[in-house]
């Protein structure tokens, strides 16, 4: 069964760190493209990060700087390094395969996992 | 810049039809997009991938209910036979090199 895990979530305070991680199975991540989106609470859902087979990375403007994203291919699970959080930056966060000769697809989708910045 | 525009909220009585529109942003017309479903307290969930041609390949599992169409920049979802549990919010969402961009998400009542 194809399957995305999410973990890592939790409560930091404004300037913290955290990294997500996101284990795949079913599939090869790093044969995907992989997706980070965030959802804040009550709000719709926001793109963050992406990571192309090739590894190129692009990231939102609003995270650029502050998260990165990597995989370990052994382990076969994506992640996402944040650093200097902000309360805006409180989310569920969502990892998602979009396969490199199907390109928009974001399928499937993680559980997500819970982000909440706050002093 | 590449946007997309939702309306916020749709209703529907429980086994009629509704269509759910997203726009391009000017320029874009000739995009692709996908359709995604949020029910409530869960995860996103793929429906289709429309072309602009209303060409479109659905999510593994997705009932034959769910159809899309495309005229100029408008991607279409339509709903028909409303069930209970069609009651979510919908997001599109398409692509450029490097960026991803979902539309604000129309939350549908079913009635």
């Known amino acids: 069964e194809v399957q995305l895990v999410e973990s890592g979530g939790g409560l930091v305070q404004p300037g913290e760190s955290l990294r997500l991680s996101c284990a795949a199975s079913g599939f090869i991540v790093s044969s995907n493209y992989m997706n980070w989106v965030r959802q804040a609470p009550g709000k719709g859902l926001e793109w963050v990060s992406m990571i192309y087979s090739s590894g190129t990375t692009y990231y939102a403007d609003s995270v650029k700087g502050r998260f990165t994203i990597s995989r370990d291919n052994s382990k076969n699970t994506l992640y996402l390094q944040m650093n200097s959080l902000r309360a805006e930056d409180t989310a569920v966060y969502y990892c998602a395969r979009e396969g490199a000769s199907t390109v928009g697809r974001f399928d499937p989708w993680g559980q997500g996992t819970l982000v909440t910045v706050s002093s | 810049q590449l946007v997309l525009t939702q309306s916020p909220s749709a209703s529907a009585s429980l086994g009629a039809s509704v269509k759910l529109t997203c726009t391009l942003s000017s320029g874009h017309s000739s995009y692709a997009i996908a359709w995604h479903q949020q029910q409530p307290e869960k995860g996103p969930r793929f429906l289709m991938k429309?072309?602009?041609?209303?060409?479109?390949s659905k999510g593994d599992g997705i009932p034959d209910r769910f159809s899309g169409s495309s005229s100029g920049a408008e991607r279409s979802l339509t709903i028909s036979s409303l069930q209970s549990e069609d009651e979510a919010d919908y997001y599109c969402q398409t692509w450029d090199t490097g960026i991803r961009v979902f539309g604000g998400g129309t939350k549908l009542t079913v009635l």
């Open positions: 429309l072309n602009s041609d209303g060409s479109h």
